[in-house]
């Protein structure tokens, strides 16, 4: 990923590609979410998933939900295993989550993915 980075950086510093080209090759931002917990039930709750207000134009979060019960043998959550989604996006102005899907178990919880692993 850094060297198509350092080629649009060398490439722009000589004149040969413009500054705005740089902002495509490194791709949108990663953001972080909010995730406002909206009319809590007896054992789920639908929240309000939004990307943070800091979040670039363009930027979007990856986001999926979590056990906070159930570990695998290695210490880390249980993950539920989604073959086709894995993971949702959201952005300030859509999201890709099914409605079905916000209604959160109250033993589970949202994470997000910051875009380094």
Known sequence: MLQPLWAALTL??????????????????????????????PSAYPPVIRVAP??????????????TLNLRRNGAPYQPVRSTVGAWNVTASSSTIP??????????RWEWWDGTH
């Open 99 to 108: 409605p079905g899907e916000l209604w959160t178990p109250a033993t589970w």
């Open 54 to 67: 800091g979040c670039p134009p363009g930027g979007y979060a990856r986001v999926r939900k979590s056990s």
């Open 12 to 41: 722009a510093l000589l004149g040969v590609l413009p500054v705005a080209a740089i902002a495509q090759v490194t791709g949108p931002a990663h953001c972080r979410i909010e995730v406002i917990v909206d009319n809590v039930l």
